[in-house]
């Protein structure tokens, strides 16, 4: 009986044994089986880039129809099966409530990786680590089934069930599987398989470079970018170009991994994020620990009309090429060989560097190159580097800029500069012609590409001083250590310098394109990683650059219509007379180049008038402020006893007249006290001259005309006009009374077969007035205005009577002297400038009128036509001289709304 209780006891103990071994392993393949893991970590090593989107309910909408950069990008092919996935995910997912449910709050990762017809190929992997969403997945799979007529089969691979969703055609529309927790979908049989075999390995890790990315993602951010660089080039490289495909290798040396924030808005992406490359695999971004970031102006000397560039920021240049020998040799043990070429470029820089394309001339065949460096001292650069160079012999030659101006271009004996100094870190650039500029040595492929530089740099046509990249840099870091922009606006024409050519002539076809109009990339030392910042612009209003002769950058916009200057002996002396809004005065040259530049004090009140001084007859410059009337010359001195300081405040605008044309010139004003003031060229009052005082204040320029050989003085106040003799005295008594409308003068009419001469002007509220030199008065109607009105008269038909051109709000109306309407133009700003009449020949005049609200500027024929070519873009009033002597050519100068002055030629 005992030995059969101990029989009982051992066998229940072996029993119990048995039953906890099992249930041990049971636990256990239960355990192995239901194994968390994170959907990074399924990604298969083969994946060169997936993507993690952080709030699945809201991403596709981010790419809708709404989205108006997108539907540009949608236009392209590559990217039109991509936006059909998305918008069938946004359909399904919106219609469907268990499938919202199913993806709320979930971190979805999207694999790409490269097939091998050139296709991007994508997987999806989900978590459904929560009880019940496997079954969830499976009954929205099995919906589809029904109400789409997909049928659905399944198939072992390993451990695992692979469910092929197909059409009624046999044809394999997608492919899914569940593992360790996670649902994996894609249309291609080959990802879903190497991702089960990834996650089922037992040796699978994740790659110890992307572990430190995976610390500093921003999960907020509305989706995460990471890249695997030793895997890059084949994803990237089939929609680049060729010479774009080659740099691509670069990918796999330059880092590990990098990882990206993404920001969609509507207007632009932004990325940002960190790259990973741990010193011990000398990739190369390792060559930028230690360098401090900086503040780079190297943009201060890069044209405006650049194209791209990329540059450098290097706190410690001798430490970099330390870096980059071993780096060239992959020897992190290597001694660093340093070139004498080298040591030299340690010797001058001073911190920043750049190569950057930019377009030489108005439709430009091939981009110009430079490469322009900070200096130390240009000077002591300069010297340097032609020393260096002597011994493999030295050519110069001088680019003249002007008269005055000259530079001094050298041919260097080494056209591969940037080769010998930095190897491929820059893309080809030809050092054919080299100069220094302030403290800046510039490089350029050609001589004429170099004389562009300097004369951009001379104009003050610089991307620095550029208005919409300054807007656009506003937005980024100030700091880097590397910088690539890319005017991507002005990139359309030569979108197959990066993209394939199938991509490329598809840019090329839809001109939309041009709404994207800057992209930039920057990277910063960041401890042993580096940071990186970057963001493209879209913007539905496209601004394309003016095709000008040459654009000339002032220090604020044009505030008067430039004043022309010109050369009777040689037209190419031509000078420019401008004043800005900040009255700044400035004489610039036929070049552009601003001869001198002076503050006036205060706002400019008259027009610009010439007078000629001493035996040489030296041309000098009158004009007045309220306070002084100035008297320069050419080199912007004060004739002797100018300026004139007014005893009190002037009203109106100084006028020059030379009665006997014998340079004996008398300046007339009014001043607050309702005057007329008459000085002589000594600036002092002229004897004789004594006219009463006006019933109210003066604001238009006093006038001088002859008719038919009698002098007369006219005077206009707010109410009144005075008609003098030349020593003040009322010549002709004039009675009537009426308010002058404020912006327009008094015109003379001469005498015809039909009218006697007369003066005619317009009230406040645009009824003609008509004073006649016996005193006689007459008014007509002609449209209802108001006293923002202009008002010319000009006979612009060649016959024997005036017309008169009037603007009012949007509209450009020209009539007869009868009032009968001749043509009526709208366009589309609200308040049109004063317009102007241009003599091209005896018997040719045209209009020209400004609309600065569209910031367009228009030239119309006699008859009403547009003339050819317009509008143009510009927003002020602008003048027009003949070009270079030659008679069916010509200059026309207007200001931009950017501070810029605008030389266009015409025919």
Excluded at 775 to 794: I, M, P, Q, R, Y
Aim: glycine share 4%.
């Amino acid at each position: 009986m005992k030995k059969m209780k101990q029989g009982a006891v051992i066998h229940v103990f072996r029993l119990t044994i048995a039953l906890l071994f099992a249930a041990m392993l049971f636990i256990s393949c239960q355990f192995t089986e239901q194994q968390l893991i994170t959907p990074i970590e399924a990604v298969p090593s083969t994946s060169p880039v997936f993507v993690k989107i952080n709030d699945m309910s809201s991403f596709p909408q981010l790419f809708s129809k709404q989205n108006k950069w997108w539907a540009e990008l949608g236009k392209l092919e590559a990217i039109k099966n991509l936006d059909y996935s998305i918008l069938s995910l946004d359909s399904a997912y919106n219609s469907n409530r268990e499938l919202k449910l199913f993806c709320q709050k979930k971190e979805i990762i999207v694999s790409f990786s490269p097939s091998s017809t050139q296709n991007i190929e994508t997987m999806a992997i989900i978590p459904i680590a929560l009880s019940g969403e496997q079954k969830k997945a499976n009954n929205f799979f099995n919906s589809l089934s029904k109400t789409k007529n997909i049928s659905i089969s399944k198939r072992k691979f390993g451990r695992n069930k692979i469910y092929e969703a197909k059409s009624t055609e046999g044809n394999l529309l997608f492919l899914y599987t569940f593992s360790h927790k996670l649902l994996l979908i894609s249309k291609t049989p080959r990802l879903i398989e190497e991702a089960l075999l990834h996650i089922e390995d037992p040796d699978r890790k994740t790659d110890s470079s992307l572990m430190p990315l995976l610390k500093t993602t921003n999960n907020q951010a509305q989706a995460n970018l990471f890249v695997n660089h030793q895997l890059a080039r084949e994803i990237f490289s089939p929609v680049l170009s060729e010479e774009m495909a080659i740099q691509t290798e670069k990918l796999s040396s330059y880092a590990a991994w990098t990882e990206l924030d993404i920001t969609i808005k509507e207007d632009k992406i932004l990325l940002s994020g960190f790259t990973n490359g741990n010193a011990q695999s000398n990739f190369f971004v390792t060559l930028l620990q230690g360098q401090e970031p900086g503040i780079s102006k190297i943009e201060s000397v890069l044209p405006s009309n650049t194209t791209y560039f990329s540059s450098y920021y290097l706190s410690d240049i001798s430490a970099f090429f330390s870096g980059l020998s071993k780096y060239k040799s992959q020897d992190e043990n290597a001694a660093p060989i340093i070139s004498p070429m080298q040591e030299l470029f340690i010797e001058i820089f001073d911190g920043e560097m750049a190569r950057a394309t930019f377009a030489p001339d108005i439709s430009p065949s091939k981009l110009g190159t430079l490469f322009a460096i900070k200096t130390k001292s240009g000077s002591y650069a300069l010297g340097k580097l032609n020393q260096h160079f002597e011994k493999q012999g030295l050519y110069e030659k001088e680019f003249v800029v002007d008269n005055q101006t000259k530079y001094i271009f050298y041919r260097s004996p080494i056209v591969n500069l940037t080769n010998i100094l930095f190897g491929n870190m820059f893309a080809e650039t030809p050092t054919v012609w080299y100069t220094s500029y302030g403290n800046y040595l510039l490089f350029s492929d050609s001589f004429s590409g170099l004389g562009e530089v300097i004369m951009s740099n001379i104009l003050g046509e610089t991307l620095l001083a550029d208005v919409s990249y300054n807007k656009f840099q506003s937005s980024l870091s100030s700091k880097n250590n590397y910088y690539f922009y890319c005017n991507t606006s002005n990139f359309f024409d030569h979108a197959q310098l990066f993209f394939n050519e199938k991509i490329s002539s598809e840019i090329k076809s839809h001109d939309d394109f041009r709404k994207f109009t800057h992209f930039a990339w920057q990277t910063s030392s960041s401890g042993e990683m580096a940071y990186n910042n970057s963001s493209i612009v879209y913007d539905e209003n496209i601004r394309l650059k003016p095709q000008t002769v040459w654009q000339s950058r002032l220090a604020a916009p044009l505030a008067k219509r430039p004043y022309i200057i010109e050369d009777k002996n040689d037209t190419q002396n031509r000078l420019l007379v401008l004043i800005d809004t900040l009255n700044n005065l400035y004489l610039m040259n036929n070049v552009g180049r601003i001869v001198w530049q002076m503050n006036t004090g205060a706002q400019i009140l008259s027009e610009f008038s010439l007078v000629e001084l001493g035996k040489n007859k030296d041309t000098h410059l009158v004009f007045n402020t309220k306070e002084k009337i100035f008297m320069l010359d050419k080199d912007g001195k004060s004739a002797k006893n100018f300026p004139v300081l007014f005893k009190m405040t002037a009203t109106n605008g100084v006028s020059v007249f030379d009665y006997e044309n014998n340079r004996n010139y008398r300046f007339f004003f009014a001043c607050e006290d309702q005057r007329v003031y008459a000085y002589d060229i000594e600036g002092k009052p002229v004897e004789g001259w004594n006219p009463p005082k006006t019933d109210h204040p003066i604001n238009k320029a006093v006038q001088h005309i002859v008719v038919e050989g009698k002098d007369y003085i006219i005077v206009s106040d707010l109410m009144k006009d005075y008609i003098f003799d030349r020593k003040g005295n009322v010549r002709v008594p004039t009675n009537f009374v009426y308010r002058h409308s404020f912006l327009n003068e008094v015109y003379l009419e001469k005498r015809t077969k039909n009218n006697e001469p007369r003066l005619v002007t317009t009230d406040s509220e645009g009824i003609l007035h008509y004073t006649y030199l016996n005193g006689k008065h007459e008014k007509k109607s002609v449209k209802n205005l108001d006293d923002n009105h202009f008002f010319v008269t000009a006979n612009i038909n060649a016959d024997v009577e005036t017309e008169y051109i009037f603007t009012q709000g949007n509209q450009l109306f020209v009539t007869n002297i009868n009032g009968d309407s001749l043509f009526c133009i709208p366009f589309s700003g609200q308040s049109l400038l004063k317009p102007f009449i241009y003599t091209f020949s005896e018997k040719e005049k045209k209009i020209g009128v400004t609309d600065p609200q569209s910031n367009k500027i228009y030239l119309f024929n006699s008859n009403g036509n547009l003339y050819k070519g317009f509008p143009l873009d510009g927003n002020t009033n602008f003048n027009i001289g003949m070009s270079k002597g030659q008679p069916t050519r010509f200059n026309l100068y207007v200001g931009s709304p950017d501070g810029n002055l605008y030389n266009y030629l015409i025919e």
